[in-house]
């Protein structure tokens, strides 16, 4: 059985490498790549969110941060370098001055650019300016468009990575969010008497093309490269490693399970099986998605969000699992006591369980800082969580009480025991995302479920293994039995 458990494994590794492989033949994408156009009359835009980090210490040219690229004005005749462009301007504010930027936009007042031209004065490093002058506008400000094959009014040659028309360099000792976001304002003259600068909203129905990267780490052919960190936001770096860890210990499991299932055919075994797959697949299609974001910084986001569906999947089918054998159904039981409830109850949670995952994608917007448990779709979740924990509790103790043979009554115990950690440890993940900071969270978060997960499946294979069949499943159908079981009264005390 060992050879053909690492036969299976081999070749799951060479088809998960060879998906890796085509991936990256045939997707094109780029960086963490920012593509796409903007607009005027949507008068504000947030391109994107990204936190920096200091990759390599001691070093101003590959430690930190850069955003660059290239922002241009889309034009129906032939573009030349001396039309006239209008004015916006493209923008990259920390977590300090955002909210205040975002409470203004929320206003929509006619005087709006103003208004966040006195707010951005007194969050960032705008105080320097003191006139309307391109070069003065601030470190992390541009105007834009940029003129075609130039470089942007407000940029120094030497600064640029190679092939942009801006960048922005990003020393963060400490990682903290940025935000990306364009605007239809501009600086300029009031032509008062102390020439102060002061923003005025640009002309609308002005459509814009952004082609931009956002990265950690110097762009240049940096001998630092880390391919790990380079492309990642901080709060996404090591996924890559924790999804490549348990991949490769997913690959290990499935074929061992279904290695198992070749010699029997309990439905109970058949629906683990089924839970071990949706994981696996999972697991392996964020794995891929993270591959190809270290390679071009893009990935698939059709893969992440498949990878998700699949543990939502595996969630609802494990819990359905853990349901029946708490009814002690072909252990203690020939028959689902209460067939309809169980299976009316598993279903109203999947459904809310689905609804979350579209929730999150769909209503939780970039700027959020608070996971889709932190909801109200979220909290329903968790509530419907722990009412069927107190009922898992409540069948497995009338089942316990229906049997009376040794083994299956020390099954029931530890099958107790250990889900009930597996039922309760999702509320007590949301407490401690509450209670981490947004740079740590996802990755704090993402290594827990895994390791509940992978824990709660190995250990239910471990439960169900063939060597422990006949001792959990081989049933001998008493019609006195069956008659109690029917009318609620406990066997064994008969």
Not at 48 to 72: I, L, Q
Not at 237 to 252: E, G, K, P
Not at 294 to 309: D, K, S
Request: include cysteine; hydrophobic fraction near 45%; glycine fraction near 4%.
């Amino acid at each position: 059985m060992g050879n053909i458990v690492l036969k299976k494994s081999v070749k799951m590794h060479i088809l998960v490498v060879f998906i890796v492989i085509s991936c990256v033949t045939f997707d094109n994408a780029k960086g963490m790549h920012i593509i796409g156009t903007w607009n005027s009359v949507r008068f504000s835009s947030l391109l994107a969110k990204f936190s920096f980090n200091t990759v390599e210490k001691d070093t101003d040219v590959d430690g930190g941060g850069y955003v660059y690229g290239n922002v241009t004005l889309r034009w129906d005749g032939p573009a030349h370098k001396d039309q006239i462009l209008p004015s916006y301007s493209l923008m990259l504010l920390d977590n300090d001055a955002f909210p205040s930027y975002d409470d203004v936009l929320s206003k929509q007042s006619f005087d709006s650019c103003s208004e966040i031209f006195d707010v951005l004065v007194d969050k960032t490093n705008y105080k320097a300016i003191n006139k309307c002058n391109p070069t003065n506008m601030g470190k992390y400000t541009r105007e834009v468009p940029c003129p075609v094959d130039q470089i942007c009014p407000t940029d120094n040659e030497s600064d640029l990575v190679q092939d942009s028309q801006f960048t922005f360099k990003v020393l963060d000792k400490k990682p903290r969010y940025w935000f990306l976001t364009l605007l239809a304002c501009y600086p300029y003259d009031n032509q008062s008497a102390s020439r102060n600068c002061t923003w005025a909203q640009s002309s609308p129905d002005t459509v814009v093309d952004y082609n931009i990267w956002l990265i950690n780490g110097y762009p240049n052919g940096s001998f630092n490269f880390n391919p790990f960190k380079f492309q990642f936001s901080y709060e996404q770096q090591t996924l890559l490693q924790m999804f490549m860890v348990f991949a490769f210990l997913y690959t290990i499991l499935f074929p061992a399970q279904i290695t198992a299932q070749c010699g029997q055919s309990h439905p109970l075994v058949k629906l683990l099986t089924l839970c071990l797959f949706l994981e696996y697949i999972g697991v392996v299609c964020y794995f891929i998605h993270y591959v190809l974001y270290a390679v071009n910084g893009a990935g698939m986001t059709w893969l992440e969000h498949l990878g998700q569906l699949f543990q939502v999947a595996m969630q609802c089918c494990f819990m359905l699992l853990l349901l029946l054998l708490a009814k002690g159904w072909t252990i203690t039981r020939t028959d689902i006591h209460q067939k309809k409830l169980v299976l009316g109850v598993w279903a109203m949670y999947s459904i809310f369980y689905v609804f979350l995952y579209f929730w999150q994608m769909l209503m939780i917007s970039l700027v959020s800082d608070v996971t889709e448990y932190q909801t109200f779709a979220g909290a329903i979740v968790l509530a419907l969580r722990l009412v069927i924990l107190i009922w898992f509790l409540y069948e497995l103790h009338t089942t316990r009480l229906q049997e009376s043979a040794e083994p299956k009554l020390k099954f029931y115990k530890y099958f107790g025991i250990g889900y009930f950690v597996w039922f309760i440890h999702l509320p007590i993940l949301v407490i401690i995302a509450a209670l981490i900071s947004p740079q740590y969270r996802l990755k704090a978060l993402t290594g827990m479920i895994l390791s509940g997960d992978l824990l709660s499946i190995s250990a239910m294979v471990y439960l169900l293994w063939p060597s422990r069949n006949p001792t959990y499943f081989k049933l001998v159908v008493d019609e006195r039995k069956v008659l109690l079981q029917k009318y609620g009264y406990a066997y064994n005390t008969i």
